[in-house]
């Protein structure tokens, strides 16, 4: 059995090559780290009761990034002092992702792989699972393999859109067709997930659900804030007790 969606691999492998062209094809992503990454860090200083005024903050925590991409977010928690493993199952993303941490001197293992093809014998702290679940076949064998991979007491954070009329318009509508943010076809709605729907099964995959935070786009000052909003963007903390 395999989560791999080889339709949605090819999409992505296309834009490999821009991956860091902060004004290119991935410019939301670019746009979208800051929150994210801010988000992401005040739970895992939270919950493993770190001090976050220290330099290396996440120092001997082990953090598996799941559709690492380029490594957008894999190269900030490694920065950070994170032991980062990026898996992805697009070659190209991963060559890619090799490259520009050697050029950015960070240690990061990144492996063409997808959650299900690791042993469960390597275990993380902490698993990111950002703009990912739209975009994989078999959701429950896909979450199933991520709980496998998480510690006890680790952390999981996954980021996706909601399947609303509004995330239609703005997602995909706004995003692909009028703005241009991202190519036609990045999205499909009906692979969009509701927060309920994500929830549950979580819940069946006996994780507990921490927190949950809706992500909004601030056109006037054109960055993105933590919102109340589920209705487009939203991201997920769940801890495996």
């Known amino acids: 059995m395999s989560t791999i969606n080889s339709d949605e691999i090819q999409k992505f492998s296309k834009l490999a090559d821009e991956w860091w062209d902060v004004n290119g094809k991935f410019k939301p992503l670019h746009m979208f780290n800051p929150i994210r990454i801010e988000y ?14 220290k330099k290396l903050l996440l120092k001997n925590l082990e953090i598996l990034d799941i559709g690492c991409g380029g490594g957008l977010i894999s190269e900030p928690m490694a920065r950070l002092g994170g032991n980062v493993t990026g898996i992805d199952a697009g070659e190209k993303n991963i060559k890619i992702a090799s490259l520009h941490c050697k050029k950015s001197n960070l240690k990061i293992n990144y492996l063409n792989k997808s959650p299900e093809q690791l042993t469960e014998k390597e275990k993380f702290d902490i698993i990111l699972n950002l703009e990912v679940v739209e975009h994989v076949d078999d959701l429950d064998l896909y979450l199933q393999s991520c709980y496998n991979l998480l510690k006890t007491n680790g952390l999981m954070f996954t980021a996706t859109i909601n399947r609303t009329l509004i995330s239609y318009v703005k997602a995909i509508i706004g995003a692909e067709y009028i703005l241009r943010w991202l190519p ?58």
């Open 40 to 53: 992401i860090l005040d739970k895992i200083t939270q919950h493993f009761k770190l001090d976050n005024e």
């Open 184 to 241: 036609i076809g990045t999205h499909d709605w009906n692979k969009f997930i509701k927060p309920e729907e994500l929830e549950k099964k979580l819940f069946n995959k006996k994780f507990t659900t921490n927190n949950i935070q809706g992500l909004e786009f601030n056109p006037i000052f054109s960055k993105w804030k933590k919102s109340d909003n589920l209705s487009v963007n939203y991201i997920i903390c769940s801890s495996k007790n």
